[in-house]
């Protein structure tokens, strides 16, 4: 969408803030997610440019620079975010700070928060100063996530959590965890189900790191075992988390498509152009592929506008999220195929990650995470579609 006239003062201002504040060490690809800035009580920075970089998007209100200033947020419009976001993108400014906060539960509280929990929170989440993570597969209960078991018993003052989490992104790292739980076990399994929040440093929370394929361990295994959680951290209606779920999903399924626009626009095709010249097949499969990832970029855009402005069919997030996924994986299948045995190397000097053949071990987890491709495909054929889904549909 061009800009109208309105729009060139702030692309001015914001291009302005960028030259002055953006360090040039934080301009380009980070390298793997290993380089990522987390925040949180005690955050670990790479180094001072990142540290720099994050606290100065976060006084503008632009770690969240949609959400409104009462809550930490930039108070822009849709049109001023998308400037902010094309501007970022054009001195290929990286992301000052990774957040589960910012990318799903926060969205969740402002629609189903209390007043006091959005002010408690929200904030919080906005300065990096708490990492969240995700408390909702069980060892019984991934694509039929509505199966759980975690129990949280109301106690009177206090609910008491006791059940086991599996897969849960960083929780060995995080300070917080929004966490669905059973409340009401006669209930059918969609309701008596309740989203908490809790501290991970209360008693009774341990975890065990899961060893990934790619070796790295960015998961765990997470028990709850007589947890006490205060009354006023239930988000939503007791009973109701269901749909706090399902809305936050929405989001996660948004924050995983982001990876259909990685790498380059200009393509597959001209970053190896040299190695294709000698081999018509694979020079068919990158044309192919480029030709996708435009698709997608076109997608993405024309989604990410209907969303903001409230137009979106409900099972977007599913179709961005299926095809951002799949597309990832092709994009790496052949960057392997295209580097030769170089992408065997395992170890390096450079650095234990952002190697090609540990990133491309990653993207097999991208169409697992936030609901399988096969889970968004039924969704997909039930919801938009009418199509009749074949056996049980996955609750996620
Ligand atoms: C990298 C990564 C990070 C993750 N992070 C988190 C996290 O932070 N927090 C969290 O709570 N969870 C997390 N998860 C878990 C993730 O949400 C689940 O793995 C996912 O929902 C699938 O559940 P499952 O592993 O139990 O597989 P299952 O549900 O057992 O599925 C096994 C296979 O059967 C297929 N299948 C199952 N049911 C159906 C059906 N009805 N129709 C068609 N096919 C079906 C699936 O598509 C899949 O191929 C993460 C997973 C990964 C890989």
Redesign the pocket.
């Known amino acids: 969408m061009p800009d109208s006239h309105a729009d060139e003062p702030f692309r001015r201002e914001v291009r302005a803030w960028l030259d002055t504040h953006c360090p040039p060490e934080m301009r380009g690809p980070a390298d793997g997610e290993e380089d990522h800035c987390w925040g949180g009580r005690n955050p670990e920075f790479k180094n001072d440019a990142q540290r720099r970089w994050m606290e100065a998007m976060v006084a503008r209100g632009w770690t969240v620079p949609d959400w409104p200033v009462e809550y930490g947020g930039g108070g822009l419009s849709s049109g001023q975010c998308r400037i902010l976001k094309q501007e970022l993108a054009r001195i290929e400014a990286r992301n000052p700070l990774f957040s589960f906060g910012i990318s799903m539960l926060g969205p969740a509280l402002l629609k189903f928060g209390t007043e006091e929990q959005k002010h408690r929170f929200l904030p919080e989440i906005a300065r990096g100063e708490i990492r969240w993570?995700?408390?909702?597969?069980e060892p019984n209960a991934?694509?039929?996530l509505a199966a759980l078991q975690t129990r949280a018993d109301d106690k009177g003052d206090h609910w008491l959590v006791n059940g086991q989490?599996i897969?849960?992104?960083h929780a060995d790292k995080a300070d917080w965890i929004f966490c669905l739980t059973r409340t009401d076990p006669a209930a059918p399994k969609h309701r008596g189900i309740s989203f908490l929040l809790f501290d991970m440093a209360s008693p009774g929370v341990t975890t065990r790191p899961i060893r990934l394929i790619s070796g790295l361990s960015?998961?765990c295994e997470t028990f709850f075992d007589d947890v006490r959680v205060p009354k006023d951290q239930v988000v939503g209606e007791v009973g109701k988390g269901w749909d706090v779920a399902k809305f936050l999903l929405g989001h996660e399924r948004e924050m995983i498509a982001g990876i259909g626009l990685l790498g380059p626009e200009e393509g597959l095709g001209a970053e190896f152009a040299d190695l294709l010249a000698a081999d018509p097949i694979l020079r068919a499969e990158v044309a192919a592929f480029d030709v996708d990832a435009l698709a997608f970029r076109a997608m993405s855009e024309r989604f990410v506008d209907e969303l903001k402005s409230g137009r979106a069919h409900p099972v977007q997030p599913s179709l961005m999220k299926y095809a951002a996924t799949e597309l990832h994986k092709r994009r790496h299948e052949l960057r392997m195929a295209l580097a030769g045995t170089a992408t065997l190397e395992w170890e390096s000097e450079r650095t234990t990650f952002g190697m090609p053949a540990r990133e491309w071990l990653r993207t097999k987890?991208n169409s697992?995470?936030?609901?399988?491709?096969?889970?968004q495909l039924?969704i997909i054929a039930k919801r938009l579609l009418n199509l009749p889904v074949a056996?049980?549909?996955?609750s996620?």
Request: hydrophobic share 15%; net charge negative; proline share 7%.
């Open positions: 993570c995700q408390g909702y597969s991934g694509s039929d989490k897969w849960t992104s960015p998961f987890g697992i995470e936030g609901g399988t491709s096969e889970v039924s056996g049980a549909t996955p996620t």
